[in-house]
């Protein structure tokens, strides 16, 4: 069955640091990946995806993440953060020919302090 | 254009009452999900709806829970006899009839607090 694991529950960093939010998922056949935001008391919105292609991933507000199969990861990075980071982000996993239901991981907050 | 739409954003309902939480997909979609979200939880998938189809219930609990998505009209997601383990945020999800990409747009979500 698939499943997603976020290492992290809580990232703390100061502002202009760089960050990295973890996932892994497991599943046994092709998948596609997905990072979502959600800020305080607001729907997620969607970060980046990868579905095939490139396995560096660019998405809104400078975020990327980068496909490793091998490692079954799907790291989410940020050369420099900004207060306005400071949300909850959860990774999620949907298997390729599915109906398309998201497994989300249970979530890491990242706290950006001045 | 709008977003998903979804109401009330805050229920509060005793034990025993009924929830009717309601979703209106963006323009255009025929899909809708709808996932659950626990204190300190990541979101968990319920139920996945077509136009006047129920296509995956597997996360649905088997009872108490029903959904449905008219022909006309919002897609529902009724909680009968709410206990206070419902409280939760719902959040509800669109996606284009195509559905190549396999995104995902959320709406704000309903939170619903039972008392």
């Known amino acids: 069955a698939q499943s997603v694991t976020q290492l992290d529950s809580q990232v703390p960093v100061f502002e202009e640091a760089p960050v990295e939010l973890r996932c892994n998922y497991s599943?046994?056949?092709?998948?596609?990946l997905f990072w979502y935001v959600q800020y305080p008391n607001q729907g997620l919105q969607l970060l980046l995806k990868y579905l095939s292609g490139s396995t560096l991933v660019k998405g809104i507000n400078g975020f990327e993440a980068e496909f490793n199969k091998s490692q079954t990861s799907f790291h989410l990075r940020k050369p420099s953060v900004h207060i306005s980071d400071t949300a909850e982000y959860f990774c999620?996993?949907?298997?390729?020919?599915?109906?398309?239901?998201?497994?989300f991981g249970k979530g890491t907050k990242l706290s950006v302090k001045p | 254009n709008a977003g998903v739409m979804q109401n009330p954003r805050h229920l509060v309902r005793r034990r025993g009452q009924e929830a009717r939480l309601r979703c209106s997909p963006m323009k255009g979609h025929s899909h809708v999900y709808w996932y659950r979200q626990l204190p300190e939880e990541g979101l968990k998938f319920m139920v996945y709806l077509q136009k006047e189809n129920i296509i995956d219930e597997s996360g649905m609990p088997k009872e108490r829970f029903s959904a449905e998505f008219p022909k006309e009209g919002p897609s529902i997601l009724r909680i009968q006899q709410v206990v206070r383990g419902d409280s939760a945020a719902y959040f509800c999800?669109?996606?284009?009839?195509?559905?190549?990409?396999?995104?995902?747009?959320f709406g704000p979500g309903t939170r619903l607090t039972v008392t």
């Open positions: 999800a669109s996606s284009p009839p195509t559905r190549r990409s396999y995104e995902q747009y």
């Open positions: 999620a996993v949907t298997e390729g020919g599915s109906q398309g239901n998201l497994i």
């Open positions: 599943s046994s056949v092709s998948v596609y």
